[in-house]
Each structure stands twice: as structure tokens, then as C-alpha cells.
């Protein structure tokens, strides 16, 4: 099955089409988003995730969010584009690729302020369509130089979802084990769950069967044991945000896993593209960790699993140490 998991659609007043991932596996649907507030809603539901993703379809989002303003005066296209940018900066906290794709169509504005509106928002799309086509770029040359570290013949456990579905490419982690079969490497991937949400069983599975990678679901609280059993060769995540010093965020449950790969003396990679690392940020500590919804955990399976009045802590990352 052929797809992409978003791209714009037509020129300056086009609109940007993406998969609803909230519907997989059941269901393959696309959506079009005409309107900078359907772009954010789909970033905070999670229409649209995973960090690179999410920077992308921010970018197209300033492009949907200053289309009404293409025939105003500069002064007021140019207050319209902060605005807009601030507003998708709300939309997600801890996925640097937004805020940083953010400030690349900001100083695009900044840069060129004697263009008159129409042709600088003629302008943000090319450069949110660089932005795009670089993501693919990135992801393409990860899997290149990062197969190699995948043995033939070996088992390689990942978590949550780093595939194609969180980039404009082939993904990140995901990337890995399509270029290594590509290159007629035999491997088979363990994919955690990946509570509460479950992206590793909707999404990833669903990805590396489109892809005819054998793929097996575990359980989270499985991979101690798929370890011991000698099934798991290399785990491979990818990152929201990268501190400077290589401590990585992750989808909430990457640091265990990180933790068990050390105690098996497992080779634990993040692959992840220049735009997740944040070398403002001395120290993982310092990266900003969403919160999210208590009902995401108490009613995680479409009916209550939690009894009324009993708290829930539902961080949705995690910060792996670079030692």
C-alpha cells in the first residue's frame, strides 16, 4: 500500500492532506486540514505525531494560518504570521522539531520583510516544502548509514513508533529495518505496545506489515523477558528531543527499556534526524515533559479501567541518559 503520511495539496491556497493515525489500524483514512486550527488539533490529538511529523505539518500550518492575509498590507501579514506561530507553539510542548520549524518560517518573514504579503507567503511555502523534503532526506540517509548496525538474522525490538507514520519519509528507527531489508538482511522486530496509546501495536505493526518485515507485538512489561530469551539483538527508538550533552526523550517507557538493554549488555540506538537535537538544553533534565490526560490511562480501552477518584500520572516521555 502505497501512501504518504502528509503532503500539501495544490500551490498557495492548496491545503495540507495527512493520515489520520488516530483510526489505524481499523481504518485508513485521510483527512484535509484547510485551516491553521484543524492543523492544531490534529498535532494535539495525535492525528499527526511523532516529533518530525509534527514539525512539518507546523510548518504547512503558518502556510494554511496566513492565507487570508496573502492581500494584506506587510505590517499586518507580518503580526499575523507571529500569531500563527505562536498558536501552533501551544499545540505540543515537548517535540523540538515543532518549535524549530517554527522559527525557521518566522525568520524566513523576518529576513525578507520589504516582500510584499503575497509573494512572502508564496515564500513560507517553499520553505515549509524545503522543510518537508529535507525530513525525507534526513530519514533516507539514516537508513542508509544505520542498517549497518542491524545484523542479518537478528531480532530488534523498538518502541513506540518511529516509522514512516512520524515523519515525511521512512521514519527514523523504522528506517533502519526497511533499509536493512532492503539490502536482503533477514530480521525480525519485536514492537512494544506502548501503553497507554498503544503506537507500537497500532501503528508500527501496522507500518512493517505494509512492508512485509516480520513483526511481532509484545507487551511493555514483556521485554525483560523477549531479552532473556536471546531473541533481541539491538533496540532501535527514536527521540522528540535530544539535549546537548545526548540525553533523549522519548515516548514514556523508552528509559526502561534503555535500562533493561544495559542489564542484557544490548545495544541500545536512537536515530534521529539534526532537526530533534536542542543544544540550547545543557541536560535532559531541562527538556519540558508533556502531560497528558488522565482518561488516556482510566479509560484506555474505551470503558473505565481505573475506579473513580484514584489518581493518575500520565507523563507521555521519558529522558534516557546519554552514558
Known sequence: MSYQTLHWVGNTDGLLRMVDQTLLPQQFTEIDCESVEQVWEAIRVLRVRGAPAIGVAAAYGVVLGTQASRNDPRPQF??????????????RPTAVNLFWALDRMQQIGRQQADLPSDQMHNRLLEEARTIDHEDRSMCRSIGEHGHVLLADNSGVLTHCNAGGLATAGD??????????????????????????????????????????????????????????????????????????????????????????????????????????????????????????????????FGRPTVPDDVAVYNPAFDVTPHR
Not at 501495536?201 to 513483526?215: F, G, N
Request: hydrophobic fraction near 45%; include cysteine.
Open 78 to 91: 507580518s503580526a499575523r504570521l507571529e500569531e500563527v506561530c505562536r498558536y501552533l507553539a501551544e499545540s
Open 171 to 300: 521514519g527514523t528507527a523504522l528506517s533502519l529495518m526497511f533499509a536493512a531489508a532492503a539490502a536482503g538482511k533477514r530480521i525480525h522486530v519485536y514492537a512494544d505496545e506502548t501503553r497507554p496509546l498503544l503506537q507500537g501495536a497500532r501503528l508500527t505493526a501496522w507500518e512493517l506489515k505494509q512492508r512485509d518485515i516480520p513483526v511481532t507485538v509484545i507487551c511493555d512489561n514483556m521485554a525483560a523477558q523477549v531479552m532473556k530469551e536471546g531473541r533481541i539483538q539491538a533496540v532501535v527508538t527514536g527521540a522528540d528531543r535530544i539535549a546537548a550533552n545526548g540525553d533523549a526523550a522519548n515516548k514514556i517507557g523508552t528509559y526502561g527499556v534503555a535500562v533493561l538493554a544495559k542489564v542484557r549488555n544490548i545495544p541500545f540506538y536512537v536515530a534521529a534526524p539534526s532537526s530533534t537535537f536542542d543544544l540550547s538544553l545543557a541536560h535532559g533534565g531541562l527538556i519540558p515533559i508533556e502531560q497528558r490526560s488522565r482518561e488516556e490511562i482510566s479509560h484506555g
